[in-house]
Nanobody, 121 residues
Framework: QVQLVESGGGLVQAGGSLRLSCAAS????????MSWFRQAPGKEREFVAA?????VYLDSVRGRFTISRDNAKNTVYLQMNSLKPEDTAVYYC?????????????????WGQGTQVTVSS
């Protein structure tokens, strides 16, 4: 079956960096759009970034976060720099076929279990 397993979360001070990884199995990875979403306490889940042939970002993370993928390793990454307390959330990777509705969570077929990112001020 399909599995998406995130890692790399943790506690970091404001201004610091973290690199999240999401290892996928059970699907033809290179054919899937891979994305990161996040959900902060008391807030709705929001789109963060997607990688297809190009990349798409949430406005508030553009220039600070970089999404990339290694199809040989079936892994997608999220490099997060200049972290802010408002970036604190559980981060999820997700996979979908097709390029439409990139920012809509329900459009994604598969989700990981999430990894906690906490940024202290």
């Amino acid at each position: 079956q399909v599995q998406l397993v995130e890692s790399g979360g943790g506690l970091v001070q404001a201004g610091g960096s973290l690199r999240l990884s999401c290892a996928a199995s059970g699907l033809p990875f290179s054919t899937y759009v891979m994305s990161w979403f996040r959900q902060a306490p008391g807030k709705e889940r929001e789109f963060v970034a997607a990688v297809t042939w190009g990349t798409v970002y949430l406005d508030s993370v553009r220039g600070r976060f970089t999404i990339s993928r290694d199809n040989a390793k079936n892994t997608v990454y999220l490099q997060m720099n200049s972290l802010k307390p408002e970036d604190t959330a559980v981060y999820y990777c997700a996979a979908k076929l097709g390029y439409g509705d990139l920012k809509r969570g329900p459009a994604y077929a598969y989700w990981g279990q999430g990894t906690q990112v906490t940024v202290s001020s």
